[in-house]
């Protein structure tokens, strides 16, 4: 299982290296063999010395080595740190800070070319859930245009958008119904992301094809995280 923390907006530098001190024990002691990866903020990456399942990513980057581009951090910026791990296309990078497909594509193929592993989300509005799965299903498909998703290092998180910090999760049907489709064309691992929470987690990670979680207000408090680590564990 793969499970991931998206801290967003939250956390500063001294909390998140005092977050992942708690983990790495905690994880160590646990013995999980889960793939556990956390994308902090960018102001908080780290060097971090970390038990080997346990990767610190990055939320979001600029496909570049490095150069012009005021307020992004390129690939010089995340080697420093020895970090090979990226989030692309999320939710509120596509609707609220406008992304488009094709900066998203740019953004993966960069990332890509340099071997990293990377965490690729769809997922489809409120009004397109409501057209049915058919349109569910050619949304999410359309989100993966331009993206080659043979890569070896590709992970995919399904979030549906209006269950992303909504407190509403999409129902175990719709959930196993939507990965099920997803995974016809997608050999990849899939995730589930969207108001995953402790009491859901177990839930979740039984439906059919869900490789992981893809957690984020709820993975902010380190101890609940730890507990869906332990959940996964007893899978
Ligand atoms: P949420 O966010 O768990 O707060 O719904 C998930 C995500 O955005 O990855």
């Known amino acids: 299982m793969i499970i991931a923390a ?6 500063t530098r001294k909390s998140t290296k005092a977050y992942l001190g708690k983990l790495n024990s905690f994880v160590a002691e646990l013995k999980s063999d889960d793939t556990v990866l956390v994308f902090p903020p960018s102001s908080a990456l780290d060097n971090f010395d970390l038990t080997d ?19 992004e951090i390129g690939l010089e910026q995340i080697e420093e740190f020895g970090l090979t791990t990226i989030l692309i ?34 997922g489809e509005p409120k009004e397109v859930r409501e057209e049915g799965i058919e349109s569910v299903i050619a949304y999410n498909f359309s989100q993966l ?9 590709l992970i995919v ?44 987690t177990k839930e979740i990670l039984d439906i059919p094809n869900c490789e992981g979680i893809l957690v984020g207000t709820a993975s902010w408090d380190v101890d609940a995280f730890c507990e869906m680590v332990e959940i996964s564990k007893k899978q």
Do not use: M
């Not at 998206?6 to 956390?11: D, L, Q, V």
């Not at 399942?53 to 307020?71: L, M, R």
């Not at 129902?171 to 064309?185: F, G, W, Y």
């Open 89 to 122: 296309g999320h939710s509120e990078r596509r609707h609220v800070l406008g992304e488009s497909q094709d900066e998203v594509a740019k953004k993966y193929d960069f990332y890509k070319s340099c071997g990293f592993q990377i965490v690729y989300c769809i």
């Open 145 to 153: 245009e331009g993206i080659d998703i043979s890569y070896e290092n």
């Open 6 to 11: 998206n801290f967003k907006t939250n956390h």
């Open 157 to 200: 998180a399904y979030e549906p958008v209006w269950a992303i910090g909504t407190g509403l999760t999409a129902s175990n049907e719709q959930i196993e119904e939507t990965l099920a489709l997803l995974n016809e064309k997608i050999k990849a691992p899939l995730l589930y992301g969207g108001s995953v929470k402790v009491a859901n």
């Open 53 to 71: 399942n346990i990767s610190v990513g990055v939320q979001n980057a600029y496909p570049t080595e490095k150069g012009s581009f005021t307020g």
